[in-house]
């Protein structure tokens, strides 16, 4: 095991400050180095949270404004230079998304701006890397340290979004849709771009907010689930790979975690080491998924992939009574198959959906919903969906 795999992780039943104050400290102290190591003297800070859109503290759409206070103070103390929260949000801006969810008023108390990331600059991949530059926010790139503020909660699409995933917030505005258009249906290749600009930006440190998370119709919609506990690591997969197995999801149902293994990260929880709480009292067996099946179905149905294409895949699907026709998802749609007539709700061409869940991701209304076909259903109950 090489000494930046470990996770830390604290029992944190609720967002009481204190508590989750000593417990980012707790683990951060427990880190070769402490604060100091991750935030040098004088150093230019970017604060990753995830902002997706705007929504209240308690929605569990964006980090905690109490774990963000906990972070920032944590900065401060190091002696951080110069620190911004910044990010993309797939709807609204991060000053809007900050201000709903209580982070701008704490940003404000400290005097640290939240940007709204506009302009791209090319970094350089390193070398072996599939993709050899990415085009990312100038915050992102000039930043000394960037500390990545995941929030645990469901994806449509990559099943989780956690530590690796909350990095593509860095790829500023509509780019996002070009990158899901140039994967198209191949999730694993979407997942292998994640990966490798996640770690061409290299985070110095990850905390994920998993206090409170979200099941169901993640990333924006679901529920909010209590999940206690606060992680953090400098290795961003172990993370993931950690906080997949206690929601109870092995690598293999998770695509960035397929893809780590892949490339050669050490994707086994049991293979990591895990400092601070036992794991045993954060296990749940019953977190609801945004969706059941992949779009690429179950391995022993790939070779028919016309069969899983139609019957055993799951698709977004428009709830009539909740769409307001606002227009979002379809500027938000890579593949430009939505379609608003002058009546009813959005309606989506199947055929050129490519199955990337942006528009269940940035409904508003949380009007679209992941849909299992039929023969997801039916494999449920075979007791064959893998
Ligand atoms: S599905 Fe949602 S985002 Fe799309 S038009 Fe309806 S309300 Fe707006
Ligand atoms: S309809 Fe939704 S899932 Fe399909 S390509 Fe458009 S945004 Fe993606």
């Known amino acids: 095991m090489q000494p930046d795999e470990a996770v830390y992780i604290k029992n944190v039943p609720d967002y009481d400050y204190p508590r989750v104050k000593q417990a980012l400290d707790g683990m951060i102290g427990a880190m070769p180095g402490g604060w100091q190591a991750i935030v040098p003297g004088g150093a230019r800070v970017l604060i990753k949270p995830n902002f997706l859109k705007p929504a209240p503290a308690q929605a ?31 709807y609204g801006s991060a000053g809007r998304v900050a201000e709903a969810c209580g982070v701008l008023q704490v940003a404000r108390e400290f005097g640290i701006e939240v940007v709204n990331f506009s302009q791209s600059v090319t970094i350089e991949a390193p070398p072996g890397f599939i993709h050899r530059r990415f085009e990312v926010a100038r915050e992102a790139a000039e930043a000394d340290v960037i500390i990545n503020v995941p929030k645990f909660k469901t994806h449509a699409m990559m099943v989780l979004t956690l530590a690796v995933k909350n990095l593509y917030g860095v790829i500023v505005g509509r780019q996002k849709a070009r990158w899901h258009f140039q994967s198209g249906r191949d999730y694993r290749h979407f997942a292998r771009f994640l990966l490798e600009l996640a770690w061409t930006l290299k985070p110095v440190v990850s905390i994920l907010d998993a206090v409170v998370g979200m099941e169901g119709n993640g990333p924006s919609s679901g529920t ?115 379609i608003l007539a002058d009546k009813g709700p959005v309606a989506i061409n199947t055929k050129a959906c490519i199955r990337c869940f942006c528009c269940q991701e940035l409904c508003p209304e949380g009007a679209v919903h992941a849909h299992d076909a039929f023969g997801v259903h039916l494999l449920r109950r075979l007791g064959l969906e893998g």
């Open 60 to 90: 569990a759409v964006s980090p905690h404004p109490a774990v963000m206070r906990a972070v920032i103070e944590g900065c401060i103390a190091a002696g951080a230079g110069h620190i911004v929260i910044g990010d993309s949000p797939g």
């Open 224 to 338: 909010p689930r209590r999940l206690g506990y606060l992680a953090a690591s400098k290795n961003m997969v172990s993370l993931d790979a950690v906080a997949a197995h206690l929601a109870g999801f092995s690598p293999q149902q998770v695509y960035t975690l397929i893809e780590a293994g892949r490339m050669g990260f050490t994707v086994a929880a049991h293979e990591l080491a895990c400092i601070g709480d036992p794991l045993d009292g954060l296990r749940i067996r019953d977190l609801k998924p945004a969706g059941q099946m992949s779009v690429e179905g179950p391995a022993f149905l790939r070779p028919v992939s016309w069969l899983v294409n139609r019957f055993v895949t799951t698709r977004p699907r428009v709830d009539a009574a909740l769409c307001r026709r606002c227009g979002i998802c379809l500027e938000a749609c890579p593949a430009q198959c939505m």
